[in-house]
Nanobody, 127 residues
């Protein structure tokens, strides 16, 4: 059984930084595309960033380009999201997920083809 556990969320002032981690177990970590997603109250879940199996390819939503960096350490079975320049609009529950086989970082509906999800970690950015 695949398990994904997010950590690193919290309360931060606008302009601050946080680093989210996603620890995976029960899964061949290097096999599939992985991603970070977020859902704010009253809004649909959206893709934040995605990374290919070995990190060669990445995708970022326009709203986070230049501020967030996705990475993965396959030796540690862990994926990261470094978030800098946080804005109140970044407030949401952040989820990590593993894609089904065959889907790359640029797949338009990536959030709809994720096979496994973590339970999420809350990020709150105060103004």
């Amino acid at each position: 059984q695949v398990q994904l556990v997010e950590s690193g969320g919290g309360l931060v002032q606008a302009g601050g930084s946080l680093r989210l981690s996603c620890a995976a177990s029960g899964h061949t970590f290097t096999t599939y595309t992985m991603g970070w997603f977020r859902q704010a109250p009253g809004k649909e879940r959206e893709t934040v960033a995605a990374i290919s199996r070995y990190g060669a390819s990445t995708y970022y939503a326009d709203s986070v380009k230049g501020r967030f960096t996705i990475s993965r350490d396959n030796a540690k079975n862990t994926m990261y999201l470094q978030m800098n320049g946080l804005e109140p609009e970044d407030t949401a529950v952040y989820y990590c997920a593993v894609a089904r086989p065959g889907y790359g970082v640029d797949y338009p509906g990536l959030k709809n083809v994720m096979a496994y999800w973590g339970k999420g970690t809350l990020v709150t950015v105060s103004s």
